[in-house]
């Protein structure tokens, strides 16, 4: 194998890995609610991760431009320029936060509503997408941190990053639903928690790194926050994002497809779909 080759597969196959992980989520999701033996509960987390996919999706482009970006920044050896990139990635993601935090009262109803949580799974869905909203915020800034760390090359932190976030997730999964009996709720919380626990080690692998402590400082910085180097974070993945409404729309179409055929129906094609992501994350992470 050449260098250049090497140097490929040294990114890709941990990228790779990374993705697949979090796959997984929904896997461990899907397994737990599973053991209910209630299609209406399956059903209801199906819905439910389906809406905060279409709501947080679209955004991750906060990734893929933070990538770009960053990774020509530290090509260049610019320090300044790897915290700006962080810096704005990093407003923008919680800029955006608040921005849905902001519209729940209205997006939570109107999106479920049209994806069909109607009769057995209403309830359990809003109920499912009334906690896991919160940790919309963190997911847009993991996103970001995400990005920033792969630039730098560091995709074998974020793999293992991923690894313990999917492990607590899986173990809060089993404690909430099969120990404490939470249901759909603990599914839920388990997802904000280890969301939370994902930004925290996130966080923590940035910090080490000379460029992100500078980080701070460049948010009073007037280049950090110019038009162009702004307007670069969203036009880079603009295709993309259009490319993501696009498939994304399609999936919720196929889930309010399954919706309108009762809960057992909507429940087998959330496993299908899982099994559809592993393969799907895998190649996309390469």
Known sequence: MNRTSHAVWSIALPAALTNMATALFGIADIWVIGRLGDPAAQGAVELGAKFMMGLLVSFNFLRTSTIALTAQATGSGETDAQAETLARA?????????????????????????????GALAAPAH?????????????LVNAALTGWLIGQRRVKSVLA????????????????????????SGVA?????SELVKLALLAAI???????????SRFATRSTWQADAL???????????????????????FARAGANQGAVVLAANGILFQLFMVATMLLDGF
Request: charged content about 10%; glycine content about 10%; overall charge positive.
């Open 90 to 118: 990093l407003a923008v993601a919680v800029g955006i936060g608040l921005v849905l935090l902001a519209g729940m009262p209205w997006a939570v109803p109107a999106g479920l509503g049209w994806l069909g949580a109607t």
């Open 127 to 139: 109920d499912y997408v009334a906690i896991r909203y919160w940790a919309g915020p963190a997911w």
């Open 161 to 184: 990053v991923e690894v313990v976030s999917n492990l607590a997730h899986i173990a809060l999964d089993v404690l909430f639903v099969l120990g404490l009996h939470l249901g759909v």
């Open 189 to 193: 919380a388990a997802t904000v928690l």
């Open 206 to 216: 940035a910090a080490r790194h000379a460029a992100a402590r500078h980080v701070l």
């Open 231 to 253: 307007g670069r974070l969203f036009a880079l993945n603009r295709d993309l994002f259009v490319r993501t409404i696009l498939l994304t729309g399609a999936m919720l179409v």
